[in-house]
Nanobody, 124 residues
């Protein structure tokens, strides 16, 4: 069992930055690949970024490449999402989740445990 708690969301102007954190409980956090998703009102939850526990490879949605960076600190049981050059279309609730082994990075069903989400609002 893993519990995830996101933080760091807020209101920011377009062009600004935020860093989201996802703190995990459980001794085996370092052995989970992790992902960030987001969901805007009336839209489906979509993949944003992921990081592998085996080789540290990182994966990004095309819409955030070059602007967002995912990282992790296994000693702190925390995964981060640094978001720069934010746009109004980045407005959403952001969720972190643990990824099942061998499954697709980009699909919601590939993830087992989810946090409660943190709201990010980007004003124009």
């Amino acid at each position: 069992q893993v519990q995830l708690v996101e933080s760091g969301g807020g209101l920011v102007q377009a062009g600004g930055s935020l860093r989201l954190s996802c703190a995990a409980s459980g001794r085996t956090f370092s052995r989970y690949s992790m992902g960030w998703f987001r969901q805007a009102p009336g839209k489906e939850r979509e993949f944003v970024a992921g990081i592998s526990w085996t080789d540290g490879n990182k994966y990004y949605a095309d819409s955030v490449k070059g602007r967002f960076t995912i990282s992790r600190d296994n000693a702190k049981n925390t995964v981060y999402l640094q978001m720069n050059s934010l746009k109004p279309e980045d407005t959403a609730t952001y969720y972190c989740a643990t990824k099942s082994r061998g499954s697709s990075w980009y699909e919601v069903p590939s993830y087992d445990y989810w946090g409660q989400g943190t709201q990010v609002t980007v004003s124009s």
